[in-house]
């Protein structure tokens, strides 16, 4: 791996010191099933990338050859690497120059290799950090019962959203719009009441625990839960951008969901939502897909639309009501890590 001072790259949307505390952090940019040996396109804090498999080892690297500036993503890839399109140079095992075809048999410069990041395959994502802090390393967010026995694993397609992370994360973490936003897939606008609920700071963020009578079996479906059932959604918020949620359905049932907006600018996310599950495995995955896919579209236009477009991070800049427990502790979590308030350059 080439090692290099990080600095924000042109054109950067996210202030500088900001750029640099997400960078020390882990985030996706790809679903594992989806990277082969071709050399395929990321972007995470604006930063563009390239990332491919070698021998059944993941790079992710800038995208661009050090040779001549050509972006790597529009070549292609052999047996020992990617190669790019304008003098053949190859790039393999951690963004490594290993062929020059006009200089056979020649030593190969160590300036030639790629600027590579550091990589790890978890919940059948890439996660990239483009600028670990060796002194305070940040630890990779964890997903519960994803390899517990008896649960299926589904990592559903991602997508983007034209918003800041930060803003789409809040959303995840909101229990008030429910009844306004999600009717037509689990909520029921008559059930608009939020109870009570206490935020737990953790090492990563904060944890809660949210009771409610809010079903969350589709609007349609034939199966309920029995009347009077209560039912707990247990939040894990792990800061900057990803938190999981898991479903405690009637009997010993649990659906865990996670929530993994990558920074793709401060304009842009990219969305990714690895499922874990212990009952209907029967169900196509394709249909787990379409309805994930169904409740996060219900939310695009209010993230979307939102002003400001950057997460106000001083509480006295939005006014707040009692639902608001976890956005508050969002935001003071996100303060706690030292970020400015994400405005955008």
Not at 278 to 290: G, I, K, S
Request: glycine share 6%; with cysteine; proline share 9%.
């Amino acid at each position: 791996m080439a090692m290099h001072t990080p600095t924000p790259p042109a054109h950067c949307t996210f202030e500088p010191d900001d750029w640099l505390r997400l960078a020390r952090q882990w985030h996706p940019v790809a679903r594992s099933c989806d990277i082969t040996g071709a050399p395929g396109k990321a972007v995470l804090l604006d930063e563009q990338l390239v990332v491919y498999r070698i021998h059944g080892k993941v790079v992710v690297a800038r995208d661009v050859c050090p040779h001549r500036g050509v972006p790597l993503t529009l070549g292609f890839h052999d047996e020992e690497g990617v190669v790019c399109p304008y003098h053949g140079l190859r790039f393999g095992d951690d963004g490594r120059c290993n062929r020059i075809p006009s200089s056979p048999g020649q030593p190969i410069p160590a300036k030639l290799n790629l600027i590579s990041y550091q990589v790890e395959e978890r919940f059948g994502l890439i996660w990239v950090c483009i600028a670990p802090d060796a002194d305070n390393p940040s630890p990779l967010p964890s997903m519960p019962h994803w390899d517990d026995v008896g649960f299926q694993q589904i990592n559903c397609p991602g997508f983007e959203v034209d918003g800041f992370a930060g803003r789409q994360v809040e959303g995840f973490l909101d229990v008030a719009h429910f009844a306004w936003v999600h009717t037509e897939t689990f909520a029921d606008p008559n059930n608009q009441v939020v109870p009570a609920y206490n935020p737990v700071e953790t090492d990563t963020g904060f944890a809660v625990d949210y009771w409610s009578s809010v079903s969350n079996f589709a609007a349609d479906s034939p199966q309920q839960a029995p009347e009077g059932f209560e039912w707990l959604r247990h939040f894990e918020m792990h800061l900057p951008f990803t938190a999981t949620l898991t479903i405690h359905f009637p009997g010993e049932s649990r659906l865990v969901i996670m929530n993994a907006a990558s920074p793709v600018s401060a304009r842009k996310t990219r969305m990714f939502a690895p499922i874990a599950r212990n009952f209907d495995l029967h169900v196509p995955v394709e249909d787990v897909h379409a309805f994930n896919l169904k409740v996060f579209e219900e939310d695009r236009l209010m993230v979307e639309t939102q002003k400001p477009e950057r997460l106000p991070l001083d509480l006295a800049l939005e006014a707040h009501i009692p639902a608001d427990r976890s956005s508050i502790a969002y935001r003071r979590g996100l303060k706690r890590m030292g970020f400015g308030e994400f405005f955008l350059v």
